[in-house]
Nanobody, 121 residues
Framework: QVQLVESGGGLVQAGGSLRLDCAAS??????????MAWFRQAPGKEHEFVAS????????YHADSEKGRFTISRDNTKNMMYLQMNSLKPEDTAVYYC????????????WGQGTQVTVSS
């Protein structure tokens, strides 16, 4: 199985920065090549893809706005994934979730509990 634990959320003023961490563990994570991603869900909105990083470090962002402000990375030696968020905007306010999947499967089927990010104007 896979366990994912996010940390690093909090309250920040617009224009500020936060770094989210995701710690991964479990037998499946150790034994398979795993892709990882960040999603977010704002109040009253649907789950939204933010960025992903494959097992071999291919990176994808949802939109150009995130590509310029957010940086996703991972450290496979520590089973960690990160999301550095700069120039935060109030519309970035959401619960941010870490997700993982086997690289050979299509669905993100492992999820963390989420961490709240609140950006005040």
């Amino acid at each position: 199985q896979v366990q994912l634990v996010e940390s690093g959320g909090g309250l920040v003023q617009a224009g500020g920065s936060l770094r989210l961490d995701c710690a991964a563990s479990g037998r499946t994570f150790r034994n398979y090549a795993m892709d990882m991603a960040w999603f977010r869900q704002a109040p009253g909105k649907e789950h939204e893809f933010v960025a992903s990083v494959t097992w071999n470090n291919r990176i994808q962002y949802h939109a150009d706005s995130e590509k310029g402000r957010f940086t996703i990375s991972r450290d496979n030696t520590k089973n960690m994934m990160y999301l550095q968020m700069n120039s935060l905007k109030p519309e970035d306010t959401a619960v941010y979730y870490c997700a993982a999947k086997r690289m050979d499967l299509p669905d993100w089927n492992y999820w963390g509990q989420g961490t709240q990010v609140t950006v005040s104007s």
